[in-house]
C-alpha cells in the first residue's frame, strides 16, 4: 500500500506547486506546436482529460493578453467587447484613442476659439494631436471603443470620434473641469456638454429672446454715447452677451424654484443692467446724465455706483432681484452679497435654490484682488456657506491699460484662482451668444445640483477706454485697430441669419 502511494507521489511530483510556472510554459509550448517538448512531456500533455470533448485547449497566454487590455479599457469597454469587436479593440491602438479622449477632456480649452478679436495665441498643444498618439489620418476608418465618451455610442470611427472631439472642446466654449477630484461632478459635466457635443438646439422664441436682449444692450449704449458724449459711463460694448445672459440666467433660476437673486457688480456695463435687466427707467438715468437730481434722494452716488431692486417675471413666478450698491473698489461688493444671500436663506429655511448669488468680475480683478480668494475660500465653510455663488467674469482681455498675460498675472487665465476649490470654469466666446446661453443653463443647474461655485469666464473686448474719456491707442494700438474694425455681436448674428 505505502509502495503504490509512493509510486503515485513520484509519478506525479512534476506537477509540484514550485513546477508551476516551467510546467505552464511547457504547456503553452506544447499547444503552440507540440513537437517543441520532449517525448516524455508530450505523453504527459497528450494524457491529460478532455474538458468539454475539446482536443486542443486555447493558449492561456492570448486570454491573459485579451483580459489585460479590456482591464485598461474601463468597465464600459469591458462591457461592450465582443468577439465581434475583436479587430477593433485588440490592438494598442484603442489604448490610444481613450487617451486621446483624455487629452481633449484635460487641455482643448487651450485650443478653443474663445477671442473675438482673434488676438490670442495659444501655444501648440502636442496632447491633442494625433501624431502624439501614435495615431494618423490613414486610421480615421477604423471603428474604436469611446470608452465614457458621452456622445451616445459605444464605437466610433476615428475620424467621426477626432471632428466631435474639436467641435465639443475646440469651438466656442472651452471647458475646464478635470481638475475636480469629485467623480460624480466630473462625470455629470462631461455627459452634459458631450452629449451635446457643447452646442445644442434652442427654439425659435429663445433665439429671438437672446437677439433681443443684444438689441436692447447695443442700443442703449449706443443712444448714450451720441447723447452725452464723452460722459462717464463705463460701457458694455464688446461684452453685450452680459445681458441675455444673466436674462437667460434669472428666467431659468425663476423656472427652478428661485424667489430671489442678489447681484454684485463693478462699474462694466452696470448702466446697462440697471435698465435692460433690473427695469431701471431709462428717463431716470437719462435725467442723472443731465445733471437733474431728485433733492428727496439726498446727494447720493455717481450713476455707475448706484443700486436697484426690482421684480422680474419668469415662468415659475416673480423674482426679487436686488443689484448691490458698489463703490469704485470693484470686489469688495461680493463679501456684501454673500452675507446678503445668507441672510435672505437664514428667512427661508436654508433652502439654497431659493436665493441665488450672482457676482460679476472682470478679468483683472478677479485675478488681482484678495478679496476674492476670501470668499472662494470661504464658499464651502459652514458659517458662510450660500450654496454656490454663479461668478461672471467680463473678460476684457486688458485690465486699465495692460493686456500681455505675462505683465498682468502668473497664470494662462485670469480664472485659475477659482480652481483653489475645485470650481469648474466655463470659457465662452461673447461672439456666439448660443453657445453662451449654453454654459449659463449648465453653470446653475451645476451650482443647484452640487451646492457650490461656478465661474463662466465671457471672453470679450471693451469697444472704448476704460471710461469714454480715455484714449486706449496710447496703450494698445494694435488691439484697438482690431476693435475698430469689429462687428457688434448684434451685427454678427443677424448676418449669420441671412446667410
Sequence with gaps: ???????????????????????????????????????????????????????LETNHTAIKEQFRKLASLGPTARMTSAPAQANTVSDDRQVKVLQLINAYRFRGHQHANLDPLGLWKQARVRDLELSHHNLSESDFDAVFNVGSYAIGKDAMSLGELYKSLNRTYCGSIGAEYMHITDTDQKRWLQNKIESVQAKPTFSKDEKLSILKGLTAADGMEKYLGAKFPGAKRFSLEGGDALIPMLKGLITKAGTSGTKEVVVGMAHRGRLNVLVNVLGKNPSVLFDEFSGKHDDSLGAGDVKYHAGFSSDFATPGGNVHLALAFNPSHLEIVNPVVMGSVRARLGRRENDTNSVLPITIHGDSAIAGQGVVQETFNMSQTRGFAVGGTVRIVVNNQVGFTTSKTEDTRSTQYCTDIAKMVQAPILHVNSDDPEAVAFVTQLALEYRNKFKRDVVIDLVCYRRHGHNEADEPNATQPLMYQKIKKAPSTTSIICRSAYR
Design 1 to 55: 500500500m505505502q509502495e503504490s502511494v509512493m509510486k503515485a507521489w513520484w509519478d506525479s511530483s512534476h506537477m509540484a506547486g514550485a513546477n508551476a510556472a516551467y510546467v505552464e510554459e511547457l504547456y503553452e509550448a506544447y499547444l503552440e506546436d507540440s513537437q517543441s517538448v520532449s517525448d516524455t512531456w508530450r505523453q504527459i500533455f497528450d494524457n491529460l482529460p478532455k474538458v468539454d470533448g475539446v482536443e
